[in-house]
């Protein structure tokens, strides 16, 4: 079996080599057959790579000799178009010079491409040929076409620059709010024509240079029409009955059919714009109504303390305020008219150039204003500063906007407003400080005095004063806070503004009060003297009450209403004392006599017991007719101060006299008892009812 085993795999041993042997003999055949192939390739390969030789080296000499072919063919093309180009400039003067010579009126395009052409002809020969007589003539045709074209850009613009109209300002500085929902009105300068022909110029650049006098031209044209709108503006509104509160009344028609229904319709908000003018009628009002009012007291009195102008003021507080509105609108829209006419980097230049003119006169007014008050300030006449606060509250209000228009002009334009508001303020404040001072040192004459112990001119004109300064309650507290240098930091803060003018309004007061104590002292009727500060003091607390001043000094001083109340409770005291006289008979201080002695008629009276019976009434009867004669004559102008004086004077002196005529009544110390018992407790009611009337 082993053998067997042996044998079998030898035997298969054998074959597996045989068939490997078999394989190794094909692959060697595959691998020469490959060797040879390989052979022939490279041969191949090297025969195309010597034709690839042979064929560079014919061509690249052809190639190289078509470029440089080419090069020449290109250089004498572009020497022939710069040639040609080179010649047409010869030619330029002569194809150009009728264009030239009739001027851009007729087609203005074709007369800036003709300009252009020239321009080339002018910078080739100035290049090329310096002295040739061609730049002669095309510099001379290039110049007189300059001139033209500035000619033309004078003309356009001083043939087509208008004023605005009075109608149109009016609708824009009512458009603050009205408006807001759509398109607000606008001003068209100049027809859309004359500005494409002007933008046209603008932008040949051939005008244009620091110096160039087109925009000399464009500045002065249209600051002319500056000015012409702001008086064209004033003078309709001079002329205006309704003034400038009756602007809705006044607005332009086309502007009126349009916006119609929103006209209709109250603004929930008033701008700031139509809140400047309203503050200047109030203004204006407010000095006509203190001026009158001054004028009839004095007329009263016979005297005034101060002194009125009765000629109109230099300055017209809302024609100045519409007129300040008006010039911001205007120059808004001016710098907008320059977009394409002038150059962007001049137009800052220009712009300041032309509102010149129209910033002077808005300042000169302002300046104006704030002399006028001073003048009056020098006259004693502090109802004229009342114009001062609607226009510095104008102008803080606005300067921010002046401001964003003024940027990038010359620092001395941009600083021309602030310098006008801080002199209004300075000039408001003095006429603040020398107020008080007028009031403390108002003349303490007699001659000054009203008669009858009313309320002083003085006391009324303060008063008055103050209520219309509440009015202006912001403008009046920065001025008083920009002089105050501890008060600076909290300029901005509204409640400081207000506890400043509490605190101003309250030193007003307080000169007041002094000063009515010293006129006081010239009454040589004591009794007299008190009715009159009782009449002050009571004005000063209701004026006070009824007009809200009270509640605005409270908020520096809460004792106020408290401090009035006892003074007129203290002159009411002394004002009562003039009873004291009356009151010595019928309280009989001197002499009395007991009740019972008078109890029955039947009692027999010594001759002196009747004799001091009857000078009781006789000088009870001649005091209280002595009495009834002087205050008669006093005025308590209240009505319900008088009622309460009257009231006070029953109830001190009826019921003791009720007591001493029931006492006498039944006493037989005269045969004529109506001589001595001339009054009854009715009829000294009455007398006393006729008290303060100069009429009784």
């Avoid at 244009?208 to 064209?232: C, E, P, Q, W």
């Avoid at 006044?250 to 229904?261: G, V, Y």
């Avoid at 005025?635 to 008088?642: R, V």
Wanted: glycine share 4%; net charge neutral.
């Amino acid at each position: 079996m082993k053998m067997d085993d042996i044998v079998a795999q030898r035997l298969e041993i054998d074959t597996k080599l045989q068939r490997e042997i078999t394989k190794v003999g094909s692959l060697k055949e595959s691998l020469q057959r490959s060797d040879e192939l390989t052979k022939q390739m490279v041969s191949i390969l090297t025969t195309f790579e010597n034709r690839l030789i042979k064929l560079e080296e014919a061509i690249v000499p052809v190639y190289q000799e078509t470029g440089n072919l080419q090069r020449c063919q290109d250089n004498t093309e572009k020497c022939l178009t710069l040639l040609d180009h080179a010649i047409s400039f010869y030619h330029v003067t002569k194809e150009v010079e009728n264009v030239i010579r009739e001027g851009p009126s007729n087609d203005l395009h074709e007369y800036l491409n003709c300009l252009d052409k020239l321009q080339g002809a002018v910078e080739y020969f100035n290049k090329t040929h310096p002295a040739s007589p061609e730049l002669s003539a095309a510099s001379l045709l290039f110049e007189q076409g300059k001139q033209a074209l500035e000619k033309e850009f004078r003309t356009v613009l001083q043939r087509h620059s208008k004023p605005v109209s009075a109608m149109l300002i009016l609708d824009l500085l009512g458009t603050d709010e009205e408006f807001a929902d759509e398109e607000l009105p606008t001003i068209e300068h100049l027809p859309e024509r004359a500005v494409e022909e002007l933008v046209a110029i603008s932008k040949s650049n051939w005008l244009i240079d620091d110096s160039s006098s087109f925009l000399n031209v464009y500045a002065t044209t249209r600051s002319n029409m500056l000015i012409k709108s702001l008086h064209g503006l004033r003078e309709h509104l001079k002329s205006s009955s309704g003034g400038v509160l009756s602007m809705a009344a006044t607005h332009s028609p086309a502007l009126t059919t349009k916006h119609k229904h929103q006209r209709d319709t109250p603004t929930k908000r008033g701008g700031s714009m139509r809140r400047g003018l309203v503050m200047a009628r109030r203004a204006t009002e407010a000095i006509k109504k203190l001026s009158q009012h001054t004028v009839e007291a004095g007329k009263r009195q016979g005297t005034t303390s101060i002194d009125i102008k009765e000629e109109g003021s230099d300055v017209d507080v809302e024609f100045y305020v519409s007129g300040v509105t008006a010039l911001l609108k205007l120059i808004q829209s001016e710098y907008q008219l320059m977009d394409g006419i002038i150059p962007e980097k001049l137009k800052r230049k220009v712009f300041d150039i032309m509102i010149q003119p129209a910033m002077e006169n808005v300042v000169s007014e302002g300046e104006l204003l704030a002399n006028s008050v001073k003048r009056s300030i020098g006259r004693r006449d502090f109802s004229s500063v009342l114009s001062l606060f609607p226009v510095v509250k104008h102008l803080r209000t606005i300067k921010p906007e002046f401001d964003i228009t003024l940027e990038g002009c010359q620092a001395p334009t941009r600083a021309k407003l602030a310098s006008l508001v801080q002199n209004l303020n300075t000039t408001g404040a003095r006429a603040l400080e020398e107020f008080i001072e007028h009031i403390k040192n108002d003349p303490d004459k007699s001659s000054n005095m009203p008669r009858d112990g009313t309320v002083h001119e003085l006391t009324r004109n303060t008063l008055l004063f103050l209520e219309q300064l509440a009015e202006y309650v912001e403008a009046a507290g920065a001025m008083l806070m920009i002089q105050d240098p501890s008060a600076l930091a909290q300029a901005q803060d509204p409640s400081k503004k207000r506890a400043k003018v509490a605190e101003y309004m309250t030193r007003v007061l307080s000169a007041l009060g002094l000063n009515l104590n010293n006129k006081a002292e010239t009454y040589s009727d004591v009794y007299l003297r008190a009715v009159f500060m009782l009449n002050n003091f009571n004005y000063i607390l209701k004026t006070m009450q009824r007009s809200g001043l009270l509640d605005l000094v409270h908020e520096y001083n809460k004792e106020v209403k408290t401090y009035y109340a006892d003074l007129i409770l203290e002159q009411k005291r002394l004002y009562s004392e003039s009873f004291s006289r009356v009151m010595t008979y019928i309280m009989e201080v001197r002499k009395p006599m007991s009740q019972q002695r008078t109890m029955s008629p039947e009692i027999k009276l010594k001759d002196k017991d009747r004799q001091n019976i009857k000078d009781k009434f006789t000088g009870f009867n001649k005091e209280m007719e002595d009495l009834f004669k002087i205050q008669k004559g006093y005025a308590i102008p209240d009505i319900d101060l008088q009622d309460s004086l009257t009231k006070d004077n029953k109830e001190f002196l009826l019921p003791p006299y009720k007591i001493f005529l029931d006492k006498y009544s039944n006493t037989n110390f005269t045969k004529n008892p109506h001589k001595y018992m001339k009054y009854s407790v009715d009829a000294v009611s009455a007398m006393l009812d006729k008290f303060f009337d100069a009429s009784a």
